[in-house]
């Protein structure tokens, strides 16, 4: 099985800095990666695919870069509707566990 | 638009069976991957399996035993088993097309495990 390995687990920061998430994956996956947000009681919402690829009507403050094991999900200036919990999912596999990235 | 609708019993004996069922509308269901996710109470993601347009699975290691998912193409429908189930299969489960993504994503149903 492939894991997948998030961090920071929880991020505290403000609003319009810029933050980074990072996801590991236990052996190479291409860039077969995906990165979803989640906000309390609803499904989560797909931001980035193929590990780069911004998904349609996801804004551009939103990025992803990273292959084979390592992926970066960054965030270029934090706005309040921003603050949810931030998840990879390795296409068609594993989830990591997640970032809440909460308001400092 | 897709919208994707979960639909089965909310509540689920211990060592009974999960059934779901997930119904397409605004799109075939052909050309396309779906997958099932869950979501216990307060925890994460997990990924539980997916079924291709032409009826392929696979399915996550740790539930593999225990879950079948299939495709009803006449209906636009895919569902879930998940046998045996315990209160640890207490979750939201949501289903989802999976594109290059999971990038349709149903509002998700609690099925609680209990007697």
């Known amino acids: 099985d492939i894991q997948m390995t998030q961090s920071p687990s929880t991020l505290s920061a403000s609003v319009g800095d810029r933050v980074t998430i990072t996801c590991r994956a236990s052996q190479s996956i291409s860039t077969w990666l995906a990165w979803y947000q989640q906000k309390p009681g609803k499904a989560p919402k797909l931001l980035i695919y193929d590990a780069s690829s911004l998904e349609s009507g996801v804004p551009s403050r939103f990025s992803g870069s990273g292959s084979g094991t390592e992926f970066t999900l960054t965030i270029s200036s934090l706005q309040p509707d921003d603050f949810a919990t931030y998840y990879c999912?390795?296409?068609?596999?594993?989830f990591g566990q997640g970032t809440k990235l909460e308001i400092k | 638009q897709v919208q994707l609708q979960e639909s089965g019993p909310g509540l689920v004996k211990p060592s009974g069976t999960l059934s779901l069922t997930c119904t397409v509308s605004?799109?075939?269901?052909?050309?396309?991957?779906w997958g099932w996710i869950r979501q216990p109470p307060g925890k994460g993601l997990e990924w539980i399996g997916f079924i291709s347009y032409s009826g392929s699975t696979n399915y996550n290691p740790s539930l593999k035993s225990r879950v079948t998912i299939s495709v009803t193409k006449s209906k636009n429908q895919f569902s879930l088993k998940l046998s045996s189930v315990t209160a640890a299969d207490t979750a939201v489960y949501y289903c989802a097309r999976d594109g290059a993504a999971l990038d349709y994503w149903g509002q998700g149903t609690l099925v609680t495990v209990s007697s």
């Open positions: 999912q390795q296409s068609r596999g594993t």
């Open positions: 605004g799109g075939s269901i052909s050309n396309y991957y």
